[in-house]
């Protein structure tokens, strides 16, 4: 994107109702009429070339509505997980927009651009000390990737918290315009218990992103302003994950972002900043606490 079409781009964001525009997408993506879903179905898949062959339920017709589609499933043999118990995989199909140690309690956004643990957790000041100098991932979902999110390793779902906020894009355009863009977004974030040390995953959300749900609270619709709301987990779902089971999808795209304490893993060395990745590749290894 040339330069001052990148800047139009940052400043009508700062412009437009974006939660007006997001509640739109919403509604549309859910229209179950069978010649607007499939319209909006065929041309998606021919704008981003989506690879029909890895779907799980091929027909289109089957799918209610273009969110249907959007969230789907895939095959399991088309995203096979590395099961050795010290292999830390991919959560997500995306592109690792960022990743690397935690500088005491700042996160790397994009080029001169940080952000700060305290900030990112909504002031859980007691959870963001165990992650000081600890490692984290940053995984930008684009419209045309598959948009569910798994466990990295297997672990234990002790809480989530919905941190209301602003849905500006997090495309890397944005994120290298946008000081502290992840703070100031809307987001879910889940803590686990993960082989003895605690892990988080972040759901950021964003633009267009009308919903995130996850198997133990449904659909969680954004909301601008308010207090951190301490969701309530469903009792009859099990909370105990193995590697690469789900915890939930974006209903439209957004960004990942997966934190570790200090000394629990190392990021494999072919790693880079860019990289296209796909749920379950090996992106590290567990290692022993110290």
């Known amino acids: 994107m040339h330069p001052i079409q990148a800047w ?3 400043i009508l964001q700062f412009l437009v109702p974006k939660l007006l525009i997001t509640n739109i997408i919403y509604y549309v993506a859910r229209i179950k009429n069978t010649v607007i879903k499939n319209y909006l179905i065929q041309n998606f898949i021919k704008i981003y070339n989506v690879n029909v062959d890895e779907i799980k339920i091929k ?24 099961e050795e118990e010290k292999v830390l995989i991919s959560s997500v199909d995306g592109k690792l927009s960022a990743f690397g140690n935690i500088k005491k309690n700042q996160l790397f956004q994009a080029k001169s ?3 700060s643990l305290q900030d990112l957790l909504g002031n859980d000041n007691s959870s963001a000390e165990k992650f000081i100098d600890g490692n984290f991932a940053t995984i930008y979902l684009a419209p045309f990737n598959y948009h569910r999110v798994h466990a990295p390793l297997d672990v234990v779902l002790k809480k ?11 495309n890397q355009v944005t994120a290298s315009r946008i000081p502290k863009l992840f703070i100031r977004n809307e987001r879910l974030v889940c803590y686990f218990d993960a082989n003895g040390f605690e892990m988080i995953i972040i759901f950021v959300g964003a633009m267009n992103v009308g919903s995130i749900t996850t198997p ?12 951190i709301i301490d969701l309530k987990l469903a009792q009859n779902i099990s909370t105990t994950l193995k590697k690469g089971d789900l915890l939930g999808w974006f209903n439209m795209g957004s960004t990942v972002i997966t934190l570790f304490p200090k000394n629990s893993c190392v990021w ?18 567990l290692v022993q606490l110290h």
């Open 160 to 170: 989530m918290h919905y941190i209301p906020g602003n849905l500006f894009s997090v």
């Open 216 to 227: 133990w609270t449904g659909e969680i619709r954004p909301i601008k302003r308010g207090e």
């Open 113 to 115: 651009f940080h952000y």
């Open 59 to 82: 027909n289109l017709n089957e799918y209610n509505s273009f969110n249907a589609f959007f969230t789907r499933e895939l095959e399991h043999s088309s995203r096979p997980i590395e």
């Open 268 to 285: 494999t060395e072919s790693l880079k900043t860019n990289d296209d990745i796909f749920m379950g590749n090996k992106i590290g290894s």
């Open 8 to 10: 139009f781009f940052i």
